[in-house]
């Protein structure tokens, strides 16, 4: 072995491993307890589980013919649980920075889709099971403008 790729062997050893698992504990975190929660329950969580965890839902749902129930948890999720790891304030920061510079362009204004204040805060979670074993089967999120109910 080459003074060069023993070298190489170290740096990656003592660098570059510890900073993949930086890299994945930082995103492990950066779901909220109750997407955890979902993403641990799928395809193993009962409909009285799920009730146990979050409450009752905000609406249900029943398809007799596709034989599934549909159940929406309607959330206004604060700006801590929408960014824990407080990424967006930094982009809050740089926005305000360069609002006067695009205002004096001539870009700027009250409808700005990059202002983070714009953003919508209300969440609804759609869950879905199985109406004949009563299995959580999908989840997902969804701003509460976007979701056909």
Same mark, same amino acid.
């Given at each position: 072995?080459?003074?060069?790729?023993?070298?190489?062997?170290?740096?990656?050893?003592?660098? +570059?491993?510890?900073?993949?698992? @930086? !890299?994945?504990?930082?995103?492990?975190?950066?779901?909220?307890? #109750?997407?955890? $929660? &979902? *993403?641990?329950?799928?395809? /193993?969580?009962?409909?009285?589980?799920?009730?146990?965890?979050?409450?009752?839902?905000? /609406? *249900? *749902?029943?398809?007799? +013919?596709?034989?599934?129930?549909?159940?929406?948890?309607? $959330?206004?999720?604060?700006?801590?649980?929408?960014?824990?790891? %407080?990424?967006? *304030? +930094? %982009?809050?920061?740089?926005? /305000?920075?360069?609002?006067?510079?695009?205002?004096?362009?001539? &870009?700027?204004?009250?409808?700005?889709? @990059?202002?983070? %204040?714009? #953003?919508?805060?209300? $969440?609804? $979670?759609?869950?879905?099971?199985?109406?004949?074993? /009563?299995? !959580?089967?999908?989840?997902?999120?969804?701003?509460?403008?976007?979701?056909? @109910?």
């Amino acid at each position: 072995m080459t003074v060069f790729s023993r070298n190489v062997s170290l740096l990656s050893a003592r660098v +570059l491993w510890p900073l993949a698992v @930086l !890299l994945v504990m930082s995103l492990a975190a950066c779901s909220s307890g #109750r997407e955890s $929660y &979902l *993403k641990d329950a799928l395809r /193993k969580a009962t409909q009285q589980e799920v009730v146990e965890q979050f409450g009752e839902p905000w /609406k *249900k *749902k029943t398809s007799v +013919l596709r034989g599934q129930s549909t159940w929406v948890y309607r $959330y206004a999720l604060t700006q801590d649980d929408l960014d824990p790891m %407080g990424v967006d *304030k +930094l %982009g809050r920061s740089v926005f /305000k920075a360069t609002e006067g510079v695009t205002a004096m362009m001539g &870009l700027g204004g009250g409808n700005n889709p @990059l202002n983070p %204040g714009l #953003r919508p805060r209300c $969440y609804h $979670y759609i869950l879905t099971f199985d109406d004949a074993t /009563k299995i !959580l089967q999908r989840w997902l999120r969804e701003a509460c403008a976007d979701t056909d @109910l």
